[in-house]
């Protein structure tokens, strides 16, 4: 079995939830990690937590939201390590709240920049050394950006374009031996729910979700890990999300109403 020993690994979003526990997933298999995220302290924390199992880690504080330093983080990562093996685009935030209760507008312009164009600046600034390790690039998206979810309208076209962006790339990038894996969990526990995104623009502060019932960020980044190693094109964490992605085009209509109740149902 392939494993990732020495593999150069950028991680956004990696101080906490899914993305941390990709970082501490990887790290008994020892790969030089780059943590990427704007809690320094948080990756100071798993940076440690990494070493002790192994890995090689980089603390690189970083908003993706902008694109100069989402290519510092690139740089910094090749000048740390001298290549790119991986680019795992995980960044992301979220929103309850449906349409017509939104007062604040800007939350869509700021669901787009971090969870769709961040992809877009750190796979740009890292494609060429990708290109040169025949290296591979993980999105995680969500069963959202497969089909309609309400009171996630922002977040779920964020997600769409996620996929959109990333097919695309994946046919540019057949010959040159880079890989496109795309993650499409369900609800994971973690701390995205508390810090969504209300109406007013402000974070919720606590979970809607009924917490026991979901995946945990664990057992969700175990499965990616996998994705990734076997170069997978897409990972559906859930039945549910299996059924969805067919639903989608086979029965939209049964789709929209299994949404909806999804939705009901965990608040």
């Known amino acids: ?3 990732f020993r020495d593999q150069v690994i950028v991680v956004t979003g990696a101080s906490e939830g899914i993305g941390r526990a990709i970082c501490l997933g990887l790290a008994p298999e020892k790969p030089k990690l780059a ?6 302290v948080r990756l100071e924390s798993l940076k440690a937590e990494c070493e002790a199992h192994g890995a090689e880690a980089l603390v690189a ?7 100069d330093a989402c290519k510092a983080l690139i740089d910094q990562t090749v000048a740390r390590f001298g290549r790119i093996d991986a680019l795992v685009n995980n960044a992301g935030r979220t929103m309850w709240t449906t349409l017509e209760d939104v007062t604040d507008l800007s939350i869509f312009e700021q669901l787009m920049r971090l969870n769709y164009l961040s992809c877009v600046y750190c796979t740009y600034y890292a494609l060429p050394h990708l290109k040169q390790s025949r290296g591979r690039i993980v999105a995680v998206s969500s069963v959202a950006g ?3 979810v309400p009171t996630r309208t922002g977040y779920s076209a964020s997600k769409h374009a996620m996929f ?8 540019e990038l057949a010959a040159a031996g880079v890989s496109v894996t795309m993650a499409a969990p369900d609800f994971v526990l973690s701390e995205m729910h508390r810090r969504a995104f209300n109406g007013a623009g402000g974070a919720l502060g606590k979970s809607p979700m009924q917490e026991d019932q979901i995946m945990t960020a664990d057992a969700c980044a175990r499965l990616i890990i996998e994705a990734m190693r076997r170069r997978k094109r897409l990972l559906l964490t859930s039945r549910r999300g299996k059924m969805g992605h067919w639903l989608a085009f086979l029965a939209p209509g049964l789709m929209d ?7 009901a149902q965990r608040k």
């Not at 959109?164 to 046919?171: D, E, H, K, P, Y």
């Not at 109403?257 to 939705?263: G, Q, S």
């Open 1 to 3: 079995m392939e494993t």
């Open 146 to 148: 497969l089909a309609g």
């Open 164 to 171: 959109g962006f990333f097919n695309s790339l994946r046919i």
């Open 257 to 263: 109403r299994i949404a909806a109740k999804a939705i």
């Open 61 to 67: 504080p970083t908003d993706v939201t902008s694109q």
């Open 35 to 40: 943590l990427a995220a704007r809690n320094v």
